[in-house]
T-cell receptor
């Protein structure tokens, strides 16, 4: 069974705060993704990676950094959080051309 | 760029009704097409895929047929149950292994 875990599951921070969201996959997949999900917008791709040290820009990258430290671990960084980044964040992994496996999500609130 | 359009934002049915959720895509080349389902409080789950014209994908009683001429991949189920209530996403995968999601369709099935 493919497995993607995310931490924390819930996070509250203040405007200007520094936040790191973590994602780990045990699927031995090459690709990992970060999405945000907002009402009325579905899933929007922030960043993705096809291996350790690689980073590709998605559709809504402004205000986000990401780093893929190993094949298993992909981090999303908000260095100066803003209320507009309040959202539900999902991480996913996949092999080339295959379906994506999603984590349970992290709900981030920026006050 | 590549994109996916889901016509219905919400569909309300009664149990045993026939379901159709419309999905049309715009892409260069020959993308793989997917349906995902998301239950409350969870990440999206892969439902099924199709990779070539006229191929039918199916799972759990749901099905869709790849129609390259019409650029469509409509989701259907003959008889819905209350437990099918969820958000359904149509998606396509491009040559860079990015997945483009539609905005999602909320299915509400009343007993």
């Amino acid at each position: 069974e493919a497995a993607v875990t995310q931490s924390p599951r819930n996070k509250v921070t203040v405007t200007g705060g520094n936040v790191t969201l973590s994602c780990r996959q045990t699927n031995s997949h090459n690709y990992m993704y970060w999405y945000r999900q907002d009402t009325g917008h579905g899933l929007r791709l922030i960043h993705y990676s096809y291996g350790a040290g690689n980073l590709q820009i998605g559709d809504v990258p402004d205000g986000y950094k990401a780093t893929r430290t190993t094949q298993e671990d992909f981090f999303l960084l908000l260095e100066l959080a803003s209320p507009s980044q309040t959202s539900l964040y999902f991480c996913a992994s996949s092999d080339v051309g295959d379906e994506q496996y999603f984590g349970p999500g992290t709900r981030l609130t920026v006050l | 760029g590549d994109s996916v359009t889901q016509t219905e934002g919400q569909v309300a049915l009664s149990e045993e009704d026939f379901l159709t959720i419309h999905c049309n895509y715009s892409a260069s080349g020959y993308p793989a097409l997917f349906w995902y389902v998301q239950y409350p409080g969870e990440g999206p789950q892969f439902l099924f895929r199709a990779s070539r014209d006229k191929e039918k994908g199916s799972s759990r009683g749901f099905e869709a047929t790849y129609n390259k001429e019409a650029t469509s991949f409509h989701l259907q189920k003959a008889s819905v149950q209350e437990s099918d209530s969820a958000v359904y996403y149509c998606a396509l995968s491009d040559l860079d292994n990015r997945i483009f999601f539609g905005d999602g369709t909320q299915l509400v099935v009343k007993p």
